[in-house]
């Protein structure tokens, strides 16, 4: 038999008792520290999934502004002047309209009326693409930055005709102002009508009212009315212009941005946040259309003119007057806010 152990009555090696080591106060503090990180952590995780859950749901799945962009497009082409408005053929008169003398009043900020209604010609309210949908989702709209590119063509003249002109004896009338044709031979003057070198160039501008003139500069728009306006002016900001040289298919470009950032009011509210925001239009449950929408409060304004180069030359109305078609494309930004739940997923 072995023989017994003093301690466990086996003889061999003795095993040491297990025990555990105390625990000192850092020990302790730190799990108390851990313990409350934990349940924090747990917490989290709760109120994530329960903001997740919640998110999920079908009438809050909408964010509260959304940016969106839009575009419009306008083009019609006009007559120079309005001196053979009453020409015709055969009871047949001139169909096109006589550019505005004022301009064509551009919105640079507005989705509503992009373009003033006056100008467009034998049409009703124009609204920036996308603005009917958008009033059944959202009511308030923001344009934070715009492009507008504004393309001249000249399309050729207007030849004028007497109402006495029949299919067999075509005859031409003499331009308005006392301007006669130098020869009495019909073939002569439909030859020289359509001489490029008998027309005069056109002057083409932009002139953007924010940034060139204020209620105080002075300076009344209409005045600029040639090349040696410009002249005159030239140390003010916002104009820019081209020559849209004579002849069929002549071109010119001018394109003129915005952006809320420099946006003031004539009172010198500088708060464009409200200043700059416009209504889409209001509907009821079903998405028809309650009332109409509006412009901002305060409209960014730019006019489009069309002048002759130099109003003072004998050419500019001698054989005929100048059609051009004017092309506007617009690019807006806009922040859509104040979200109609009821059609979120429509």
């Keep these: 038999m072995p023989k017994r152990n003093a301690s466990y009555g086996f003889k061999g090696r003795a095993k040491k ?10 020990k302790k503090k730190y799990n108390a520290v851990k313990k409350k990180q934990f349940a924090k952590k747990m917490r989290r995780t709760v109120r994530a999934a329960r903001s997740r859950a919640i ?13 969106v962009k839009f575009t419009m497009t306008y083009a019609e082409t006009y007559r120079m002047s ?25 919105h640079q900020n507005s989705l509503y009326d992009p373009i003033k209604l006056a100008n467009m010609v034998g049409t009703t309210q124009h609204h920036a693409n996308g603005f009917e949908e958008m009033s059944r989702k959202y009511k308030k709209y923001r344009v934070i930055g715009s492009k507008t590119t504004v393309r001249f063509r000249r399309m050729g003249g207007l030849i004028p005709l007497t109402s006495g002109g029949t299919s067999t ?16 031979s019909q073939a002569a003057n439909l030859g020289t009508m359509f001489d490029p070198s008998t027309q005069d160039p056109l002057l083409c501008m932009v002139v953007d009212r924010t940034a060139f003139q204020d209620d105080h500069s002075g300076v009344p728009d209409e005045a600029i009315d040639e090349y040696m306006d410009l002249a005159k002016w030239k140390h003010l900001k916002g104009i820019k212009w081209r020559e849209l040289k004579a002849g069929p298919g002549e071109r010119a470009v001018i394109i003129e941005k915005f952006s809320e950032r420099g946006l003031t009011s004539a009172a010198g509210d500088t708060d464009h946040k409200t200043n700059n925001t416009g209504l889409f239009h209001d509907v009821d449950a079903t998405g028809a259309q309650l009332t109409s929408g509006s412009n901002p409060p305060v409209v960014d304004k730019m006019l489009i003119k069309m002048k002759p180069f130099d109003k003072l030359s004998l ?14 494309d617009q690019e807006f930004l806009a922040v859509c ?4 739940y009821a059609y979120s997923n429509l």
Aim: aromatic share 8%.
């Design 17 to 26: 008792a297990s025990r555990k080591a105390p625990k000192t106060a850092l």
């Design 315 to 328: 050419k500019k109305q001698q054989y005929s007057c100048a059609r051009v078609m004017v092309t506007i």
């Design 169 to 184: 004896n075509v005859q031409f009338s003499n331009a308005s102002g006392g301007d006669t044709y130098p020869t009495g």
């Design 337 to 340: 806010s104040e979200p109609r």
């Design 82 to 106: 309005s001196s053979f408005a009453a020409s015709e053929y055969n009871g047949h008169t001139d169909q096109n309209s006589v550019f505005p003398a004022n301009g064509i009043e551009i």
């Design 55 to 67: 998110s999920s749901l079908a009438v809050a799945n909408q964010p509260v502004s959304q940016l």
